[in-house]
């Protein structure tokens, strides 16, 4: 079954490539006979208050969007709103630990850039795995000079 999915950050109020993006995913599945998400990127409140997302959920439905799962509809994977999901975060966190995919990074961002050159057709970087394989001593060592990224 297909399933589209639109994903705004609500950080002010609709704009054209929101809609436009919405429409297309709306339209694919439609068209599919499949189903469409609606799932609020609201994690960095200072930025998304509930007062932008609220009005484009009002603009959504007045260009005659739907959606099957989300904000007021409701679903199997809810809750919706990003801000909602922090508790399931640190599961997973021990999950990808306990399988020992998990392990500090001592890059600044200009360092993973650099070392991603060239990149990728579609500007997307590549992370080289310099962290990856630290032994513990080497950790330890570049923890004195810098904290990894959280």
Known sequence: MTVGRFAPSPSGRIHLGNILCCLLAWLSARQKG?????????????RCPMRYAQ???RDLRWLGLDWD?????????KPYFQSQRTALYPAALDRLE?????????????????????????????YAGTCRNLTPAEREERAMRRSPAL
């Open 98 to 126: 306990a399988q020992g995919l998990v392990y500090p990074c001592f890059c600044t961002r200009a360092e993973l850039h650099a070392a991603s050159a060239p990149h990728r057709e579609d500007g997307l970087t590549v």
């Open 55 to 57: 009005q484009m959920i």
């Open 34 to 46: 499949g189903t469409i998400v609606l799932r609020i990127e609201d994690l960095d409140t200072a």
């Open 69 to 77: 799962q989300g904000p007021e509809v409701s679903g199997p994977n």
